[in-house]
T-cell receptor, first 115, second 107 residues
Framework: DAGITQSPRHKVTETGTPVTLRCHQTENHRYMYWYRQDPGHGLRLIHYSYGVKDTDKGEVSDGYSVSRSKTEDFLLTLESATSSQTSVYFC??????????????FGPGTRLTVT | GQSLEQPSEVTAVEGAIVQINCTYQTSGFYGLSWYQQHDGGAPTFLSYNALDGLEETGRFSSFLSRSDSYGYLLLQELQMKDSASYFCAVDGQNFVFGPGTRLSVLP
């Protein structure tokens, strides 16, 4: 299995508070992704990174920011959590990206509940 | 934009063969992927088709027709452990997942 960990695995937070989720990889892959998964929507891309300090928006980026200061870590921040951000968040990595992403490896997920 | 369609649910019995279809619309196309996800688990990669035709990996095969913007995942000799959700994903301008097909394998 690819070495990807996510922390925390579960979190309950209140509306309006900031939340940071961490993704850590030991594979030295260049590309990292944050997805959210909700019933009936599959996986939707929030943000992705194609290198240290290089990030771009995905399909559902509003209300989220990311940072990547090291190859191995990709942080997702909910600036002011809302109930609509209650979801399961998955981090993924891949060796290639853009033109021909081929295979993505997923972390175990973080279940976030915003009350 | 990009969009994908899959059946929401499929049911089959152990030992049978099942086909899960995926149609897509995309601007730019590099390939079509398939992922499996068991309840409570993370998606795991099954296959990637960049060219037209059939790719076989054990009991699973994946087919792509670029001219029809269509692909399918074929699962043979179904086992109970194959009960899971299956997602197609198009690798184009962006990497976009379909809504998923829940496969239930009955004894």
């Amino acid at each position: 299995d690819a070495g990807i960990t996510q922390s925390p695995r579960h979190k309950v937070t209140e509306t309006g508070t900031p939340v940071t989720l961490r993704c850590h990889q030991t594979e030295n892959h260049r590309y990292m992704y944050w997805y959210r998964q909700d019933p009936g929507h599959g996986l939707r891309l929030i943000h992705y990174s194609y290198g240290v300090k290089d990030t771009d928006k995905g399909e559902v980026s509003d209300g989220y920011s990311v940072s990547r200061s090291k190859t191995e870590d990709f942080l997702l921040t909910l600036e002011s959590a809302t109930s609509s951000q209650t979801s399961v968040y998955f981090c993924a990595i891949s060796e290639s990206g853009g033109q021909g992403t081929y295979e993505q490896y997923f972390g175990p997920g973080t279940r976030l509940t915003v009350t | 934009g990009q969009s994908l369609e899959q059946p929401s649910e499929v049911t089959a019995v152990e030992g049978a063969i099942v086909q899960i279809n995926c149609t897509y619309q995309t601007s730019g196309f590099y390939g079509l992927s398939w992922y499996q996800q068991h309840d409570g688990g993370a998606p795991t990669f099954l296959s990637y088709n960049a060219l037209d035709g059939l790719e076989e990996t054990g009991r699973f095969s994946s087919f792509l027709s670029r001219s029809d913007s269509y692909g399918y995942l074929l699962l043979q000799e179904l086992q109970m452990k194959d009960s899971a959700s299956y997602f197609c994903a198009v690798d184009g301008q962006n990497f976009v997942f379909g809504p998923g097909t829940r496969l239930s394998v009955l004894p």
